[in-house]
Nanobody
Framework: QVRLVESGGGLVQAGGSLRLSCVVSGVTSLVSGNTMGWFRQPPGKEREFVARITWSGGSTEYANSVKGRFTISRDNTKNMVYLQMNSLKPEDTAVYYC??????????WGQGTQVTVSS
């Protein structure tokens, strides 16, 4: 129905930057007009919220741990969502997931992309 594919992860030194991308394909009308978000799962820990953005892009929300360092954005003409990550820290190491809301819940998820930050 709806497929989300993340890209842009990799290995970076502390203080560096990465830009994650998420492309939405399939029956995109199912998530059109809805919020999208980024989550992450650090090694040995549960998945946690990172950031979200409304359809218009007019409203964003960030986890306290990334506020001021990460920026979420979207290009609805390309069905893309981005996460610009600056001033990366070793504690940002995780698998990052893109997710799309439908009927009030994050219903669709990508397969994840690994981000590793070395000290």
């Amino acid at each position: 129905q709806v497929r989300l594919v993340e890209s842009g992860g990799g290995l970076v030194q502390a203080g560096g930057s990465l830009r994650l991308s998420c492309v939405v394909s399939g029956v995109t009308s199912l998530v059109s007009g809805n919020t999208m978000g980024w989550f992450r799962q650090p090694p040995g820990k549960e998945r946690e919220f990172v950031a979200r953005i409304t359809w218009s892009g007019g409203s964003t929300e960030y986890a306290n741990s990334v506020k001021g360092r990460f920026t979420i954005s979207r290009d609805n003409t390309k069905n893309m969502v981005y996460l610009q990550m600056n001033s990366l820290k070793p504690e940002d190491t995780a698998v990052y997931y893109c997710a799309a809301v439908r009927s009030g819940n994050y219903r669709y998820w990508g397969q994840g992309t690994q981000v590793t930050v070395s000290s």
